[in-house]
Structures are given as C-alpha cells and as structure tokens.
C-alpha cells in the first residue's frame, strides 16, 4: 500500500503520521509531500527518516491513497491530478466538501456510500465531525428538526501561527498576529472569514455540511463559532429539538452505544468533558445532557473533541482504513 500524506510538514499533516503509526495503517511504501518551499526536508516516521517530496513527483509515483492537508487552493489544483493517476484522495480542506459530485465522509456515519468511483473524497469540518457524531443515533431515534450551537473553538484550529501567538502572549512576547486582536484572555467570536450573511465560512459549514453528511435536508443549523485561548480541543454547546420526545435515559443509552462516542455525564461526580480531557484522543466526548425546559423535544448537550484527531486526521485515516478494508482502493 503506497501512501501520500500531503501537506506532511504542516500541523495537521504531523498528527496524521503520528496516527498513522499508532493505528499501524499498512504502508509499504510512504511518501511525505509538500509545497516546494519544504522540499527536501526531513521527517521522521515509525523510527525511518523520509524525505520531502513535490506534488508532481508525488502524481508520477502512483499512490493509492492520498491523505491531503494541505488547503484548499492546493487540493483544488492538484487532487484531480492525483485522481487522474488512479489515486483515491481523501481531503481534508473544504476545497470539495459541498461539491455535489464528491462524498463528505464520517466513517461511522456514511462510510457505507463510499464506492470505488469515489477518488476525491472529502473529511468534514472539525467542529461538524464532533457534532454530527454526537447526534447521528440521536438523529435515526428521534429526527432532529433544529440544531442551534455554538463553538469553543481552539488555537490550533487556526494553525502554527494563533498557537506561537497564544504563547507570545502569554509569556508577555510581541510576536506575528494571526487574529486582529489578542486571543489570551480573550475570545474572539470571529472565526474564519465573514461572509454577506453576517456569518463566518465556519459557521456556514456548520450549518450545510450536517445535511450532506446525513443526506436529509429536513433539519436545520444554525451556529456562531467562537475562538478561545485554549491550545487544542474544540467545545459546542448544542441544543437539539427534535420531531419526537425523548427519554434522557435512552437518550444516555443511545450515546454510549454510538461508535467513537463517550459519555461523560455525571455532575455528581463533576464528570464532563473538557478539552484538557479529550486531548491526543481519537473519540468525542459528550456530557451535560438535559431537557431544555423552556421548549418541547428539546435537548441540550457539551460537546468536546481533539480536534487536530477526530475532528481531521483521524477522520480521514478512518475513511483510508475503510476503503482498504473494503478493497475500495
């Protein structure tokens, strides 16, 4: 099994080889790509150093699969070229994401669509990955009709910069911005770009990318995404009304039968998730469940993920791992 990781010197791409070894992904033959300007670079991986290799000699070798992180101006250029070679690209940007013709994949969800036609496959926004995985068996039980939630979303999110400006801040350094203001003992609720709406990019993945995933445009999304100065793990506060009442027991039952969830809920105990807790973990954790009192069939629920794992390598490692298994590559 030959293997592109593309964007391989970035934050993502460095968790993704870290997972790759720690799930023993089958490679026999890996290749670690990048833009020209990291070209030739070491990396180290499962104790062999690599060397860093373009895009086009990338295409010429002829992975199989290609794991992609490395922004959407990228993937949009150069994932066709990998798919016209024969290699199935899993992308992790939002280069493809609301494509009609390609699959926006979470692998307990939808991986069962996924056919060998499928070259470009696209990985989830991270804040979605956590929610829709929180809510899918929810969702099958008693049909969500309207979603509200709002973000507690991390530094890493942003990438190397809001991280170095995190901890210049917080060591009392100036240093290169990547947001408009501070972000140390701050929250900015401002995340990726705004749109004509009033809303973010992120929030508007929030609100589209639920209804491809679950194919089912009877409910709706809204959101507000926030940055706050933690260094990893995303938080939502999601409240969840559905078509039909529930019963918080099965509610509890359903969750901690979900594949990748874990439920954290017992205030007797102050057990909750947090994103100290899900840190370098591969589930997402959920807690703080009851009944909204102020209207029926409502549900509100915390939500935390690692979100450089889950909430992007891993995914699109688990989406990788299910297509060897089912001979789809």
């Not at 509610?251 to 947090?274: E, F, H, K």
């Not at 209207?295 to 979100?307: E, G, K, R």
Request: net charge neutral.
């Amino acid at each position: 099994m030959k293997v592109a990781v593309v964007g391989a010197t970035g934050m993502v791409g460095e968790v993704m080889l870290k997972v790759l070894a720690e799930r023993n992904f089958p490679v026999t033959e890996l290749l670690l790509v990048a833009s020209e300007r990291s070209v030739g670079k070491k990396l180290t991986y499962n104790n062999k150093e690599y060397t860093v290799i373009g895009l086009a000699d990338a295409v010429a070798a002829k992975p199989q699969i290609a794991i992609f992180s490395a922004g959407g101006d990228t993937s949009l250029e150069w994932a066709p070229k990998f798919a016209e070679a024969g290699t199935t690209v899993v992308d992790n940007s939002s280069a493809w994401r609301m494509d009609p013709t390609k699959k926006l994949v979470v692998p307990e969800i939808n991986a069962n669509e996924l056919t060998k036609d499928d070259k470009i496959i696209a990985n989830p926004n991270c804040s979605t990955i956590q929610m829709v995985l929180a809510l899918s068996g929810l969702h099958k039980r008693y049909k969500m009709k309207r979603v509200v939630v709002s973000t507690y979303q991390s530094v890493s999110g942003t990438g190397v910069k809001a991280v170095k400006q995190l901890e210049n801040e917080m060591a009392g350094i100036n240093g290169d911005m990547a947001y408009p203001y501070p972000i140390n003992r701050n929250v900015l609720p401002h995340c990726d770009v705004f749109l004509e709406n009033g809303y973010t990019k992120e929030e508007m993945k929030l609100a589209r990318e639920p209804q491809k995933i679950f194919n089912d445009k009877t409910f709706s999304v809204t959101a507000t995404a926030v940055r706050v100065p933690t260094a990893g793990g995303h938080s939502e506060a999601v409240n969840v009304q559905f078509e039909n009442d529930f019963d918080l027991a099965e509610v509890r039952q359903i969750l901690s039968d979900t594949p990748g969830v874990i439920l954290q809920d017992n205030t007797a105990t102050n057990s909750y998730p947090m994103p100290i807790l899900a840190h370098n973990k591969d589930e997402v954790f959920v807690g703080r469940l009851r009944r909204d009192e102020s209207q029926p069939n409502t549900l509100n629920m915390w939500i935390v993920a690692d979100n450089l794992r889950k909430g992007a390598a891993t995914n699109a490692i688990q989406i990788s791992e299910y297509l060897i298994a089912n001979n789809l590559v």
